[in-house]
């Protein structure tokens, strides 16, 4: 196994508080420039502050560094595995910097986000040019960042949620919930405005709205795994949770507390489950879309209903995600020393997994793809950037 020509990998993520007074700031972190209402802010801080005012994101970004640095070391590769946020402590910024001390050269960068959008590539891609901006301006020169391709329909992040909708299964029938009749898997993930769907994936060689084909692809995936496990085929639907922003914009539907209502007939009338497996396919760790918006009010919704429900876990700490990372890590590398031309080695194509019809993503972002819906700004890790040579204007990696 050979990691060259990295020698450090970096875990991207959201970032989250850690206690009731980082709140507001961390709520106005996300949504600077957006004219978000302060009442509204405080509407949303009220689900933090519903458990403890602490989200559980960081520890879980904690626990999944801590094991993909123990992966890698049972695996005898000796790199670093560095962890920065897009809006709370630690920030990329503070982590780029880090490594740059740390005499770091090459990075690969695992970011806690397995689809195409803006808010979940692009918009991290600017927070990486912005980070090595900064250490650039403080003192050049500065770590080489790679991002790592997404993720969506590799083994290791599938297979968890299949095993975890085959377990939500068994326990619906222990409380007497048989059968394909009975049963919807009902897939979740974060809504996004529907032109930022439309701009996923879109490039000139590149088609659009691959925010929801890739998810569709995912809900499929699973799906035939859990038939092939269980020996049935239970009817799916893919929906959405965590809608924010003015009414007046569409975003993707239906929400998932609504699609749950018309499972029971409402209003139609026509009863079509008695139970649901709900599996968020959207997220990778338990965090506050997932303990708030489905733990929390799905929950509610399906009680009130009359509804049987049972929540699948994200892939979190799973031996097979973690073993994601390495896999990744290693794919990459492998082609990164083959496009080295000046190594004078013939390096054949690494193997890439990925189950399905849409086979795997690419390693560097097409010109244009998943454009910034409010202005657009320079980002790493795509075919039209290049490593920044001075700070941009406006940061949005400080409170």
């Known amino acids: 196994m050979n990691p060259d020509p990295y020698d450090a990998v970096l875990l991207v993520s959201f970032g989250g508080p850690e206690g009731p007074a980082d709140v507001l700031p961390f709520l106005e972190n996300v949504t600077r420039g957006r004219g978000i209402p302060r009442e509204r802010l405080v509407e949303v801080g009220s689900h933090y502050h519903g458990f403890g005012g602490r989200s559980p994101i960081n520890d879980q970004c904690r626990a999944f560094r801590s094991a993909v640095e123990a992966d890698l070391k049972a695996h005898d590769l000796d790199v670093p595995v560095y962890w920065g946020n897009r809006n709370w402590d630690p920030y990329l910024s503070d982590t780029v910097g880090e490594m740059q001390r740390a005499g770091v050269r090459r990075v690969a960068c695992f970011v806690t986000s397995a689809y195409s959008s803006y808010s979940g590539c692009r918009q991290y891609r600017e927070n990486l040019f912005d980070a090595v901006a900064e250490a650039q301006a403080a003192q050049p020169p500065v770590p080489h960042l790679d991002k790592l391709r997404h993720y969506y329909n590799h083994p290791g992040f599938v297979e968890p949620f299949?095993?975890?909708?085959?377990?939500?299964?068994?326990?619906?029938?222990?409380?007497?919930?048989?059968?394909?009749?009975?049963?919807?898997?009902?897939?979740?993930?974060?809504?996004?405005?529907?032109?930022?769907?439309?701009?996923?994936?879109?490039?000139?060689?590149?088609?659009?709205?691959?925010?929801?084909?890739?998810?569709?692809?995912?809900?499929?995936?699973?799906?035939?795994?859990?038939?092939?496990?269980?020996?049935?085929?239970?009817?799916?639907?893919?929906?959405?949770?965590?809608?924010?922003?003015?009414?007046?914009?569409?975003?993707?539907?239906?929400?998932?507390?609504?699609?749950?209502?018309?499972?029971?007939?409402?209003?139609?009338?026509?009863?079509?489950?008695?139970?649901?497996?709900?599996?968020?396919?959207?997220?990778?760790?338990?965090?506050?879309?997932?303990?708030?918006?489905?733990?929390?009010?799905?929950?509610?919704?399906?009680?009130?209903?009359?509804?049987?429900?049972?929540?699948?876990?994200?892939?979190?700490?799973?031996?097979?995600?973690?073993?994601?990372?390495?896999?990744?890590?290693?794919?990459?590398?492998?082609?990164?020393?083959?496009?080295?031309?000046?190594?004078?080695?013939?390096?054949?194509?690494?193997?890439?997994?990925?189950?399905?019809?849409?086979?795997?993503?690419?390693?560097?972002?097409?010109a244009g793809c998943c454009a910034n819906p409010r202005a657009e700004r320079p980002a790493l890790c795509g075919t039209e950037t290049e490593v920044p040579t001075h700070p941009p204007a406006t940061s949005t990696l400080t409170p």
């Open 162 to 366: 299949v095993a975890g909708a085959v377990d939500a299964l068994q326990r619906l029938a222990a409380a007497g919930h048989h059968g394909v009749d009975e049963v919807r898997l009902v897939f979740v993930t974060h809504s996004i405005p529907v032109t930022m769907n439309e701009a996923s994936g879109r490039s000139a060689d590149t088609e659009a709205g691959a925010y929801v084909r890739q998810h569709q692809e995912v809900a499929r995936l699973v799906s035939d795994g859990v038939e092939a496990e269980a020996g049935q085929r239970y009817a799916h639907e893919l929906v959405y949770c965590s809608r924010s922003g003015p009414p007046h914009v569409p975003w993707l539907e239906p929400d998932i507390s609504d699609h749950l209502a018309t499972l029971v007939g409402e209003p139609t009338g026509q009863v079509r489950a008695s139970a649901v497996v709900v599996v968020p396919i959207g997220f990778v760790s338990d965090h506050m879309e997932v303990v708030y918006d489905l733990d929390t009010e799905a929950a509610a919704s399906a009680a009130e209903l009359g509804l049987g429900f049972a929540r699948v876990p994200t892939p979190g700490t799973d031996p097979r995600f973690v073993r994601l990372v390495r896999d990744l890590l290693l794919e990459r590398a492998a082609v990164e020393r083959a496009n080295d031309e000046t190594s004078g080695q013939q390096v054949p194509p690494p193997p890439r997994a990925a189950l399905g019809r849409l086979g795997p993503s690419w390693d560097v972002c097409p």
